[in-house]
Structures are given as structure tokens and as C-alpha cells.
């Protein structure tokens, strides 16, 4: 039984509790020994986003000493990952070969499932129109799609694509730009609300014209950006992470 470090970002602690809930349970389906450790704090993106090098690298430091132990560390956010296998190398950090390895086996709860343990059918039903939005980060540093500015090359289905096309009773669409940015983007949407709300309209539009009901995505981020403009305009779909629709029954 592979014993998984269940990695939650500090914003799903705070405002989505019910994505680790269901990443929990998911895991544990796919016959996982979950261990969670409450002492885990931020992996550092927000520093890094801002440029602050030295705070990002000391909680960079802390995260890799907590997760050491583990076969593989699984966490249900995209941008959180790829800052631990993408960008820890930059703030110099991790570069041993303990912190190389759990850097190495740190994945995004769909990738995992997929490209790990080869799970794609985990008996899930959702019967519901539910729109995808592939996360950026997810997108185009962990590789879970084919981005649309990519060029040559077969087609590809990513790991969160083919999860949801095996849950039961789920109609699965995309939008007309299907990749596009919601304008989320972590501090960007602090620094620059005005353009971020903006971007974030024009996609929940955009995702409203496929008639879904829900849209997911890997990035909790991401999804609460568009519920919370979607609670103001009254209309649109309603945001579920990926691991709560694996997760139902």
C-alpha cells in the first residue's frame, strides 16, 4: 500500500477544507495510506510570486523536511506543485539528494492517480454537464494537457481529461478557448484587480456558453476566483474541484 504525504496548500486549509476532505477520500479509494501532517505550513509560492527569494526559500526548506519520509506526496493544486518540482531549484533549495528525490515525488492528485498508480476508473458518478478549465500552471509545467499554442505533435489527453471522462453520467465540455488564463494568477489578482476581475468576467462567459452547470479544475485558486465572481453576477457555472466530483458517488 503506497503511504502518500497528503500535501494541502495553505488557501484550500483556509477556504476550500472540503477539497483536502475529498482528496482524502479519493486517495484512500485508490487504496492509499493517507498521512497528513496539521505542522505542514506554505510551500512559498506567494513569496516567490513576489519576488521575496529568502522567505520562499526558508519555507522551501521546511516543506522538503516535512515531507522527506514519504513514498510519494500528493496535493490537489497544480500551481502548488509545480513550484516544489519546478521552481524550488531556483531559490537554490533542495538541491541534495533527499530533497531532489522528494521534489521528484511530489504530484498533482490527477497525475498521480494516472501516471502513478495507472487509476483512471475510481467509481465515481456525477451526473452533471461540467465544463473543464486546465489550469496554467497545471498546463504548461506538469504537462496534464496539451496547451493550445502548442505546435506539431499527436494530440494529447491529460490525466484530469481522462479521469472525468470516466465518471459516471458526466458530460464533459470545453470552452471556445479552452485554455485561456482566468485571471486568478495568485498575487496578480491582488496587484491588479481591476484586470484580473476583467480577464476572470470574459472566462466565466466564455465557460457559461457551454450550458455546464459546473466547471472544475486542478487549482483551487483558480475556481475560487470564478465562484466568487459568479456569486456577484448571479450566473454562470458553479465552481467544484476536481477531487470533490472523484470523490462523489
Same mark, same amino acid.
Given at each position: 500500500?503506497?503511504? &502518500?504525504?497528503?500535501?494541502?496548500?495553505?488557501?484550500?486549509?483556509?477556504?476550500? *477544507?472540503?477539497?483536502?476532505?475529498?482528496?482524502?477520500?479519493?486517495? !484512500?479509494?485508490?487504496?492509499?495510506?493517507?498521512?497528513?501532517?496539521?505542522? +505542514?505550513?506554505?510551500?512559498? +509560492? *506567494?513569496?516567490?510570486?513576489?519576488?521575496?527569494?529568502?522567505?520562499?526559500?526558508?519555507?522551501?526548506?521546511? %516543506? @522538503?523536511?516535512?515531507?522527506?519520509? #514519504?513514498?510519494? &506526496? &500528493?496535493? =490537489?493544486?497544480?500551481?502548488?506543485?509545480?513550484?516544489?518540482?519546478? %521552481?524550488?531549484?531556483?531559490?537554490?533549495?533542495? !538541491?541534495?539528494?533527499?530533497?531532489?528525490? /522528494?521534489?521528484?515525488?511530489?504530484?498533482?492528485?490527477? !497525475?498521480? $492517480?494516472?501516471?502513478?498508480?495507472?487509476?483512471?476508473? $475510481?467509481?465515481?458518478?456525477? =451526473? #452533471?454537464?461540467?465544463? @473543464? @478549465? *486546465?489550469?496554467?500552471?497545471?498546463?504548461?509545467?506538469?504537462?496534464?494537457?496539451? *496547451?493550445? !499554442?502548442?505546435?506539431?505533435?499527436?494530440? +494529447?489527453?491529460?490525466? /484530469?481529461?481522462?479521469?472525468?471522462?470516466?465518471?459516471?453520467?458526466?458530460?464533459?465540455?470545453?470552452?471556445?478557448? =479552452?485554455?485561456?488564463?482566468?485571471?486568478?494568477?495568485?498575487?496578480?489578482?491582488?496587484?491588479?484587480?481591476?484586470?484580473?476581475?476583467?480577464?476572470?468576467?470574459?472566462?466565466?462567459?466564455?465557460?457559461?456558453?457551454?450550458?455546464?452547470?459546473?466547471?472544475?479544475?486542478?487549482?483551487?485558486?483558480?475556481?475560487? %476566483?470564478?465562484?466568487?465572481?459568479?456569486?456577484? +453576477?448571479?450566473?454562470? =457555472?458553479?465552481?467544484? #474541484?476536481?477531487?470533490?466530483? @472523484?470523490?462523489?458517488?
Amino acid at each position: 500500500m503506497p503511504r &502518500v504525504g497528503l500535501f494541502i496548500p495553505c488557501y484550500v486549509d483556509q477556504l476550500a *477544507p472540503g477539497v483536502g476532505v475529498a482528496t482524502v477520500d479519493v486517495l !484512500e479509494r485508490a487504496g492509499c495510506e493517507v498521512d497528513y501532517d496539521p505542522d +505542514q505550513t506554505c510551500c512559498g +509560492q *506567494p513569496f516567490l510570486n513576489l519576488g521575496l527569494a529568502d522567505e520562499a526559500a526558508r519555507l522551501a526548506r521546511r %516543506h @522538503l523536511e516535512r515531507f522527506a519520509r #514519504h513514498d510519494a &506526496v &500528493v496535493c =490537489p493544486s497544480a500551481s502548488c506543485v509545480a513550484t516544489v518540482r519546478r %521552481h524550488y531549484g531556483a531559490l537554490e533549495v533542495g !538541491e541534495d539528494d533527499a530533497g531532489r528525490r /522528494t521534489r521528484a515525488r511530489t504530484f498533482e492528485l490527477s !497525475e498521480y $492517480l494516472v501516471d502513478v498508480l495507472g487509476r483512471i476508473d $475510481l467509481a465515481a458518478r456525477f =451526473p #452533471h454537464r461540467v465544463a @473543464l @478549465l *486546465p489550469s496554467c500552471h497545471g498546463l504548461r509545467e506538469l504537462g496534464l494537457g496539451r *496547451p493550445s !499554442e502548442a505546435v506539431g505533435g499527436p494530440p +494529447q489527453i491529460g490525466a /484530469t481529461e481522462r479521469l472525468l471522462r470516466a465518471v459516471e453520467g458526466l458530460e464533459l465540455v470545453f470552452a471556445s478557448r =479552452p485554455d485561456e488564463c482566468c485571471g486568478f494568477g495568485g498575487a496578480f489578482s491582488v496587484e491588479f484587480p481591476e484586470v484580473s476581475g476583467r480577464i476572470g468576467r470574459a472566462r466565466l462567459a466564455d465557460l457559461a456558453a457551454t450550458g455546464a452547470a459546473y466547471v472544475t479544475a486542478t487549482d483551487a485558486g483558480c475556481l475560487l %476566483h470564478l465562484d466568487g465572481i459568479r456569486r456577484r +453576477q448571479g450566473r454562470g =457555472p458553479e465552481a467544484i #474541484h476536481l477531487a470533490e466530483i @472523484l470523490a462523489s458517488r
